[in-house]
């Protein structure tokens, strides 16, 4: 076991790594009360309303377990975002790491975001209406998985409440691969959200990942 104020260090560094203003919170206490928010800005947020025209093209499309809309190659979508960070208790275990086993990515250019592979492959990069980063898909999260539902990446709690739960206006800017979700994902079967997108990558290529594309 190691000594405690090695144990203390280790936290220490991984807090520092999370960035300032952290504290351990579930997405549940995140997207409670005065978090769940469906504003457009917010902490620095700033987010343009999504156009009616795409609103309304999700209409006819099957429904996800929130109620939006499951797309096939489009694009541009009308796309449910929550928010997460590196010490939130379902994560902290993971430190500054995402699913790919590279650092999170937090800047003025590039940020990272977790969804389910089997929708957006890993390397899937995107822009959200009214903001002027790329957004690329290096993370994954249970809760994702059958959704399509994008978890953006915010650097502390006090971000991540600011983010709370908007609905907003995406596009794609180029799709990532299903070749390398499906090699990552086929080593952690165990993991049942791990294996529901492993099947569903399978389904969607024929089984042949390697030459499939979006």
Not at 59 to 74: A, I, R, T, V
Not at 184 to 198: F, G
Request: charged content about 20%; proline content about 4%; hydrophobic content about 35%.
């Amino acid at each position: 076991m190691l000594p405690r104020f090695l144990l203390l260090a280790l936290s220490v560094l991984l807090f520092a790594s999370c960035g300032s203003d952290v504290d351990l919170v579930s997405k549940e206490r995140a997207l409670s009360g005065k978090a769940r928010y469906f504003g457009s800005s917010g902490g620095g947020y700033s987010t343009a309303p999504p156009s009616e025209k795409v609103v309304s093209s999700g209409h006819s499309k099957p429904k996800d377990k929130h109620g939006m809309p499951l797309y096939s190659n489009e694009r541009v979508r009308h796309v449910r975002t929550t928010a997460y960070h590196c010490a939130e208790a379902d994560h902290i275990q993971y430190g500054s790491m995402n699913a790919t086993g590279t650092p999170l990515k937090y800047s003025d250019r590039v940020r990272s975001a977790a969804a389910d592979w089997s929708v957006y492959p890993v390397g899937t990069v995107f822009k959200i209406k009214g903001m002027s980063q790329l957004f690329v898909v290096d993370d994954y999260g249970s809760a994702l998985t059958g959704t399509g539902t994008i978890d953006i990446y915010t650097p502390s709690a006090g971000h991540m409440n600011a983010w709370g739960r908007r609905n907003v206006e995406i596009a794609i800017v180029q799709w990532g691969s299903y070749a390398r979700s499906a090699q990552l994902l086929s080593k952690r079967t165990s993991y049942s959200h791990c294996r529901q997108m492993y099947v569903a990558i399978q389904r969607k290529t024929g089984g042949n990942t390697a030459t499939a594309s979006r």
